[in-house]
Structures are given as structure tokens and as C-alpha cells.
């Protein structure tokens, strides 16, 4: 067998890894604008699944996700104020803004484990025939080992639950995982964010809740994992309250877009 010097060896191993780094490094750079609008995609296919528009199975197309969202409007929100503002939605990244420190406040103490408030929040008003039908808000919170990312949607009187879902989280699949269970996340549809007040007072509880008219304040836990369905119950109402979007929510019910004059 031929014999190849170390210095030769050497310069031919650099040469390989300089080639693969390459390689590599242009692939990521080359696909960065792919990956972007694929998680765009994705994130708006979230929000059509929690406002019943497609099924959690469902796959639609680009083309098809499009036309959904003609009857969707993205509105930037000023979280403290809770005003609408002009800042385009294109392109808004929710967890870029939480964790860009010019944009976002370190969060007060509480259950969800929040740590980060971001200045100003993605919303989706969902429309029909001219009508706001429902508002969809982003939520996040710790569950057991991971952040949690997901969507909730509000009916147009501003207290009934009509979905939740979530995108993104790291929870152990057959336990906290459920929380992506379509059974569990029926379990919220028709029950009250809000009490008579608009205090927040949707929680998750420990067994089994009774039906939706009669229990409407709780939603079963999940056996196994009760660290992560809490958790959830827990960032559900921190959106809903005064350090997340609880003031646009009051805003919409004050010019009647939500709440029992907006029905
Ligand atoms: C490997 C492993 C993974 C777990 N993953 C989760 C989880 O994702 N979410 C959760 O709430 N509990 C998880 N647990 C269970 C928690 O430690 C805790 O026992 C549970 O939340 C208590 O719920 P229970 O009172 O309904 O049994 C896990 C436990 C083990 C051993």
C-alpha cells in the first residue's frame, strides 16, 4: 500500500473539511429564504387550524393558505397600550421580538414562567361578512422541560374559548406531548376565558371537568402530566390579563368590535 506523508494527509484532510464547511454553509445560507417562508407557512396554518378553518391533519398548499387568510387580518399590537399600530406584519417574528432586549421588557413574577415581554404582539382578526367573527392571540409559557407556542382563539363576544393549539414545545410525547391531542384541545372549545368581571379565570384542572354550560371556568387535566396541562391553564390567563394582551382585548370590547354589542 502507498505511503502518504503527514504533512500530505494533513493538507488533504483541511482541504475536505475547508470543501464540506462550504458545502454546508452555502446550503444553509441558500435555503435560509425557504426555510423562512416555511415557517411562516407553517405558523399561519396553526392559526387557520385554531380558528376552524382547516383540520389539525390537513396540509393545505401555499396558494390554498392565501386564500384563507383574505379573511384574516394581521394587526400589530402595542402590548402595553394595547393599541393598534401600523407596523407591518410581514415578516414578524413573535419570538425574535420577545427576545430582542430593545424590544421587550423583562416580564413581572408568575405561574406561566414567562420571562420576557415583547413590546408589541401579532394578532389575528378573523372576519365574516365584514364582521369580526374571532380573535386569535399568540400565547407561550413554560410546560414541564420547554417554552410552549401556540395560538388561542376568542369568540366575537371576547369570553368564549373557540381553540387553542400549539406549534412549538418539547414536551415527553404520550404525556405533556397530549397537549396536541385534538380530544384534549376539543375539551376547550365553548368554555369562558373570562368572568363576569374580565377577570381571567379559564384554569386547568386535576380529573375531569363537567360539560362546558355547567363548568365553564375548567378543562380536564391530563393523567401523567399534570405539571404541563397546568402550565398551559397558567399562560392562557396570562395572556388574557393586564402584562399580555388583556388591554387590546379591552380596547376591542370598548369600540364594540368584541363583546356582547359586537355579536
Ligand atoms: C420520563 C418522564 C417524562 C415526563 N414528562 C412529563 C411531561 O412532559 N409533562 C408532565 O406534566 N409530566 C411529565 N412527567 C411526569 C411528571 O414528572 C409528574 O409526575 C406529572 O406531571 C404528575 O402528573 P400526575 O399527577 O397526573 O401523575 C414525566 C415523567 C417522566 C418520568
Known amino acids: 500500500m502507498r505511503q502518504y506523508s503527514t504533512s500530505y494527509t494533513i493538507g488533504f484532510s483541511a482541504a475536505v473539511c475547508v470543501v464540506c464547511s462550504l ?6 445560507v441558500g435555503l435560509r429564504a425557504r426555510q423562512l417562508q416555511n415557517i411562516e407557512l407553517d ?3 396553526n392559526v387557520l387550524m385554531v380558528a376552524g378553518f382547516i383540520e389539525p391533519t390537513e396540509i393545505p398548499s401555499a396558494e390554498q393558505i392565501d386564500a384563507l387568510f383574505e379573511r ?7 402590548r402595553v397600550t394595547g393599541e393598534e399600530t401600523d407596523i407591518s406584519p410581514d415578516g414578524f417574528d413573535q419570538q425574535v421580538v420577545a427576545s430582542d ?3 421587550s421588557q423583562r416580564a413581572p413574577a408568575n405561574a406561566a414562567g414567562v420571562r420576557r415581554l415583547p413590546d408589541y404582539v401579532l394578532v389575528y382578526k378573523v372576519y365574516e361578512d365584514d364582521r369580526l367573527d374571532q380573535v386569535v392571540i399568540p400565547i407561550e409559557g413554560m410546560g414541564l422541560w ?6 388561542l382563539s376568542l369568540d366575537s363576544d371576547g369570553r368564549t374559548i373557540r381553540g387553542i393549539t400549539f406549534y412549538e414545545h418539547a414536551e415527553t410525547p404520550g404525556l405533556g406531548g397530549e397537549i396536541d391531542n385534538p380530544r384534549w384541545r376539543d375539551r376547550w372549545e365553548g368554555r369562558l376565558a373570562y368572568d363576569d368581571q374580565w377577570e381571567p379565570r ?3 384542572i386535576k380529573g375531569r371537568a363537567g360539560p362546558p ?10 393523567s401523567g402530566a399534570t405539571i404541563t396541562a397546568r402550565g398551559v391553564g397558567h399562560l392562557v390567563q396570562f395572556w388574557l390579563g393586564e402584562n399580555g394582551l388583556g388591554p387590546y382585548l379591552a380596547q376591542l370590547r370598548e369600540r364594540g368590535e368584541l363583546g356582547e354589542d359586537g355579536e
Do not use: C, N, W
Request: net charge negative.
Open 146 to 151: 420547554s417554552t410552549l407556542y401556540g395560538f
Open 72 to 78: 384574516i387580518e394581521q394587526v400589530v399590537v402595542d
Open 23 to 28: 458545502l454546508v454553509s452555502s446550503a444553509a
Open 202 to 204: 379559564i384554569e386547568v
Open 213 to 222: 354550560q355547567e363548568d365553564p371556568f375548567h378543562v380536564d387535566g391530563l
Open 101 to 103: 432586549l430593545d424590544m
Open 43 to 45: 405558523r399561519k396554518r
